[in-house]
């Protein structure tokens, strides 16, 4: 960039990272403030730059680093298994993308929804990877349509599972099955996919359980379905666990934050539907570390209304659709059990990556996870 060669930028850029125009708006800021300034000294926006890169130029080609022509199965089209096939294509395989849902893009194609990730930004993506030579095989359901070893008996070299994260885990309060309490995956998806009408089924006063990013998206779509939105959080107001932007951006759109604040239960009205949500205060000390430690502050609980709950709570995998294969090992969670320290599942020939191995991966390291899952796959079938 400091050269002015853009095209040359933005081609390195895309070496490392298949998604310069997702990362130059998601990234957590914390790595700009400790790695990157200008020749003077002063902070540069990395992000900036990226998504600068990524909107603006238009590479005259892509480039592949070899001509393998080997075939390798990716399962789930989410940001690991799309990172994946762009590091073999890069390597010259011939990757080919399937995915159950009818098109490709796993949780960048709802997660985000338009504010945070407009939908041209995915489909800019699906062209570059399409012009790279990466196929695309929708409505495609892995374990019934195909087994992985019948995928090996086509000819793939290696098959690599990236089917993601899509189980919700139960808050574990009372209440959590009467009518009006919505998992986020639920929520996103009908707002952003099905493009459902809200007003069949999301109540005026929305309360959100959970503190990481996906509670912020929910909440920032649910506020511009003219919603009044509370997102209810364990600590302080400046003590989210979620990235700092995320939360910033929510304040900013009138999102009240109920801070020091733990759900104990969801209350159902005569209709059995949510009239509001039983919380207790918390108060925190310090422990020998210095980290802050949540406790009951004994001050009894309090209800705040609410006609619709939506639970952010984290995910696991759902991997019944793999439990019959012979061979292929599972973690309690159900996420897929890998080699230490590797891709490598029992099975040769079968990886697995992202949400499906580690569910609480943030999306930046799942990107990551599905280009060393790629690196990894290639030092197993390189002669
Ligand atoms: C509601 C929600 C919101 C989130 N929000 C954020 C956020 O704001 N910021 C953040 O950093 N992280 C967020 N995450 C976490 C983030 O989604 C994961 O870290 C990451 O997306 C996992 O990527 P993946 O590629 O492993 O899976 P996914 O993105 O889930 O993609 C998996 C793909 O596999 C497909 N698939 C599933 N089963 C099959 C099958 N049997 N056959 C074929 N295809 C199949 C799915 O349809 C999907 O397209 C959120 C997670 C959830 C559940």
């Not at 789930?76 to 010259?92: C, K, N, R």
């Not at 939105?229 to 900013?252: C, D, K, L, S, Y």
Request: net charge neutral; aromatic share 8%; proline share 7%.
């Amino acid at each position: 960039m400091a050269k002015g060669d853009r095209q040359g930028a933005l081609a390195l850029l895309l070496k490392t990272n298949p998604f310069p125009e997702v990362t130059g708006r998601l990234c957590p800021e914390i790595f700009e403030e400790t790695l990157c300034q200008n020749r003077r000294g002063d902070r540069v926006s990395l992000r900036a730059i990226e998504r600068y890169l990524a909107d603006n130029v238009a590479l005259k080609q892509i480039s592949s680093l070899g001509s393998r022509k080997t075939k390798v199965a990716v399962i789930g089209s989410g940001p690991a298994g799309l990172s994946a096939a762009w590091t073999l294509a890069g390597l010259g395989y011939s990757p080919t993308v399937y995915e159950a849902a009818p098109f490709p893009g796993g949780t960048f194609g709802y997660r985000f929804g338009p504010v945070q990730l407009p939908p041209k930004v995915l489909q800019g993506i699906l062209r570059r990877f399409k012009n790279a030579g990466i196929a695309f095989l929708t409505d495609f359901l892995f374990g019934r349509a195909a087994l992985p070893a019948e995928l090996l008996e086509q000819g793939f070299g290696a098959v690599l599972v990236a089917t993601g994260v899509s189980a919700a885990r139960p808050l574990g309060i009372t209440g959590e099955g009467v009518g009006g309490v919505i998992p986020a995956d639920v929520f996103l998806k009908a707002v952003n996919w099905r493009a459902e009408d809200p007003e069949l089924w999301l109540g005026r006063k929305v309360i959100v359980v959970g503190e990481i990013d996906p509670a912020f998206a929910v909440a920032r779509t649910a506020i511009r379905l003219g919603r009044k939105v509370t997102v209810v959080v364990r600590g302080p107001e400046t003590h989210v666990q979620a990235n700092p932007m995320f939360v910033r951006h929510a304040v900013e759109e009138g999102i009240q934050l109920k801070a020091f604040t733990s759900p104990v239960g969801i209350l159902a009205g005569p209709d059995g539907c949510v009239q509001g949500i039983v919380c207790r205060y918390l108060d925190y000390r310090m422990d020998n570390n210095g980290r802050m430690v949540m406790v009951a502050d004994g001050a009894g609980e309090f209800t705040l209304d609410a006609d619709t709950v939506i639970t952010a709570g984290g995910w696991e995998p759902d991997t019944l659709f793999l439990r019959d294969i012979p061979g292929l090992e599972f973690n309690a969670d159900g996420s897929i059990r890998t080699k230490p320290e590797s891709a490598a599942t029992a099975l040769p020939g079968i990886f697995a990556a992202g949400g499906v191995v580690e569910p609480d991966m943030s999306l930046t390291d799942t990107i990551l996870a599905g280009t060393r899952a790629a690196q990894e796959i290639d030092e197993k079938l390189k002669p």
